[in-house]
């Protein structure tokens, strides 16, 4: 039972909560029974894994948390990446909120059979929030590593202004596609934009919004494209 607060394992979770150590080591954290139960589900094995009460004082734990209101588990895992495959993928851009990176993980493992791919600019799939927003893709369908100058297959470019709603795009597609976003406000690069295979936008109420939360969007994206790409729609 670790019962001081300088014990080496408490320090290299707390390091890794900043991602110059998770990129230094190849780790990240993972916080909460969920998580860990997760990790174990799809087959991941913690480098360490402290349980409240049972290898930790819980108050010990609760001070190396990156969670407000503590945590009774933390798992400390090697980074793993996916290559591109699969019919349908996510390509992000300069995404830079780990919530919505964590979050597009969560609907890309739950719509399609192929990874998200992150680009330049995108936060850390592995940072604590990422992480937790994943609620568990970020073992099942780990991430992969994206140049937008190489995308495999046909590529379509979701944007607000796109001449063409994804369905009707969606009808000529064949996998295996990317569908690339950009961050809310400054959109995919002009470049990526100008040679996408296909321009698409997702139809929004004229009295709504002028936009969708990237995730939001990603999640609309991928539930149309991957209905398609089964032969479901």
Same mark, same amino acid.
């Given at each position: 039972?670790?019962?001081?607060?300088?014990?080496?394992?408490?320090?290299?979770?707390?390091?890794?909560?900043?991602?110059?150590?998770?990129?230094?080591?190849?780790?990240?954290?993972?916080?909460?029974?969920?998580?860990?139960?997760?990790?174990?589900?799809?087959?991941?094995?913690?480098?360490?894994?402290?349980?409240?009460?049972?290898?930790?004082?819980?108050?010990?734990?609760?001070?190396?948390?990156?969670?407000?209101?503590?945590?009774?588990?933390?798992?400390?895992?090697?980074?793993?990446?996916?290559?591109?495959?699969?019919?349908?993928?996510?390509?992000?851009?300069?995404?830079?909120?780990?919530?919505?990176?964590?979050?597009?993980?969560?609907?890309?493992? *739950? !719509?399609?059979?192929?990874? &998200?791919? %992150?680009? +330049? /600019?995108?936060?850390? $799939?592995?940072?604590?929030? #990422?992480? @937790?927003?994943?609620?568990?893709?970020?073992?099942?369908?780990?991430?992969?590593?994206?140049?937008?100058? *190489? !995308?495999?297959?046909?590529? &379509?470019? %979701?944007? +607000? /202004?796109?001449?063409? $709603?994804?369905?009707?795009? #969606?009808? @000529?597609?064949?996998?295996?596609?990317?569908?690339?976003?950009?961050?809310?406000?400054?959109?995919?690069? *002009?470049?990526?934009?100008?040679?996408?295979?296909?321009?698409?936008?997702?139809?929004?109420?004229?009295?709504?919004?002028?936009?969708?939360?990237?995730?939001?969007?990603?999640?609309?994206?991928?539930?149309?494209?991957?209905?398609?790409? *089964?032969?479901?729609?």
């Amino acid at each position: 039972m670790i019962t001081s607060p300088h014990n080496d394992q408490l320090k290299t979770i707390r390091k890794l909560h900043q991602r110059r150590w998770r990129d230094k080591t190849g780790l990240f954290v993972a916080e909460g029974e969920d998580l860990v139960d997760a990790a174990a589900a799809a087959g991941r094995e913690p480098e360490l894994l402290l349980r409240a009460g049972e290898d930790v004082e819980p108050d010990l734990l609760h001070a190396v948390s990156a969670l407000g209101s503590g945590s009774r588990a933390i798992g400390v895992y090697r980074q793993e990446w996916s290559p591109p495959g699969g019919s349908v993928m996510v390509y992000l851009h300069a995404v830079d909120d780990p919530g919505n990176v964590g979050a597009v993980l969560r609907s890309a493992h *739950a !719509l399609s059979d192929g990874p &998200v791919l %992150l680009g +330049p /600019g995108c936060a850390d $799939p592995f940072s604590p929030k #990422a992480v @937790r927003a994943s609620m568990g893709a970020v073992f099942a369908r780990p991430p992969g590593r994206g140049d937008p100058a *190489a !995308l495999p297959g046909e590529t &379509v470019a %979701l944007e +607000p /202004g796109a001449p063409e $709603p994804l369905a009707d795009v #969606a009808a @000529r597609l064949h996998p295996p596609l990317v569908v690339c976003l950009g961050a809310e406000r400054e959109g995919l690069p *002009a470049e990526l934009s100008r040679t996408a295979s296909h321009r698409a936008r997702i139809p929004l109420r004229a009295d709504g919004p002028e936009s969708l939360n990237v995730a939001m969007a990603a999640t609309v994206a991928l539930y149309e494209l991957g209905n398609r790409m *089964a032969g479901h729609a």
